[in-house]
C-alpha cells in the first residue's frame, strides 16, 4: 500500500511517499510559510516521480499539530478533502512524536535508543511558550515521558531537570536558546540543523505504525490539535 504524508506545521511544508513501510519520495519546500502555494504541487510532483497517480494512494498521513495555526489548518484541510475525495483514510499524527523521531536520523542515535537522552521537541509558541514534550525512543518510535502541551520555557526545563541528558529539537530551541543556557547549563544537547525541524517522512513513519496498529479515520472525523486557543480566541475570551 502507499501512504502519501504530508508535514505543514513548522517553516516549511512537505510531502513524503511510503511504500510497504519504505519511503520512496520526498519533496521539501524552501520557501517559509507558503504551504498553500506549495502544499498541492508538492503532492503532484512525488506522485509523478514515483509514476502514480493520486488513486494509487492507500491512505494519508497528517501532521496534526501542534506548531503553527495556519499551517495546521491547511494540511488538515487538505488531507480531509484528498480524503474524501479518494475515499480513503486519514491517520492523524503529533508533530512533537513525528519530531522526536528525527532524532534517530543521525546525530546521537545510540544514545537516543534505549533511553539514555530524553529527545525534547519544542516548537515556538511566542508569547514566550512552547509547544513541548519529552521523549525515549524505544524500537525506533517515541516513548511520552513529559506530557505534551503547552509550557513557558522555564515551566519546561523544570520538567525536564530530573533528566541527566536532554536533546532539543525544534524551533523552540532556536527562540528560546538563551534561556536554555542560561537555566540548563550542563546536559543540554541541540540537534543538527539537519535533523531539528519537522519533515513529512517522520510522519509517514509514525502513520504507517499507527495505521498498522488501530487503522486510520474517516475525513470527517480528523482533528487538528492546536494545543492552545488562537489569539483571536484567547483575546475574545478575555474580553
Do not use: W
Not at 508538492?42 to 492507500?58: A, M, P, R, T, W
Not at 529539537?169 to 535533523?195: F, N
Amino acid at each position: 500500500m502507499y501512504i502519501l504524508a504530508i508535514e505543514t506545521t513548522g517553516a516549511f511544508a512537505s510531502v513524503a511517499l511510503m511504500k510497504e513501510g519504505k519511503i520512496i519520495g520526498q519533496v521539501q519546500g524552501s520557501d517559509r510559510f507558503s504551504h498553500l502555494q506549495n502544499l498541492m504541487p508538492q503532492v503532484k510532483s512525488v506522485l509523478k516521480d514515483n509514476k502514480l497517480s493520486l488513486g494509487d494512494i492507500s491512505a494519508i498521513a497528517v501532521s496534526k499539530g501542534p506548531g503553527s495555526f495556519t499551517g495546521i489548518r491547511i494540511g488538515v484541510s487538505s488531507a480531509r478533502a484528498l480524503a474524501q475525495i479518494l475515499d480513503i483514510p486519514c491517520i492523524p499524527v503529533s508533530s512533537l512524536e513525528a519530531l522526536a523521531i528525527r532524532a534517530e536520523e543521525g546525530q546521537l542515535s545510540s544514545e537516543a535508543e534505549g533511553g539514555s537522552v530524553l529527545i525534547c521537541p519544542i516548537l515556538d509558541a511566542r508569547r514566550s511558550q512552547v509547544y513541548g514534550g519529552g521523549y525515549f525512543i524505544e524500537d525506533g518510535y517515541p516513548v511520552e515521558k513529559v506530557k505534551a502541551g503547552a509550557y513557558t520555557i522555564e515551566e519546561f526545563l523544570k520538567a525536564v531537570q530530573g533528566y541527566e541528558k536532554v536533546m532539543f529539537l525544534g524551533d523552540g530551541a532556536d527562540a528560546c536558546k538563551g534561556r536554555i543556557e542560561e537555566l540548563r547549563p550542563a546536559g543540554t544537547l541541540t540537534a543538527l540543523e539537519s535533523i531539528r525541524y519537522q519533515r513529512a517522512d517522520s510522519v509517514a513513519m509514525l502513520g504507517a505504525r499507527s495505521f498498522a496498529e488501530k487503522g486510520g479515520m474517516d475525513y470527517f472525523q480528523l482533528e487538528p490539535d492546536y494545543m492552545r486557543l488562537a489569539e483571536a480566541e484567547r483575546k475574545l475570551k478575555e474580553s
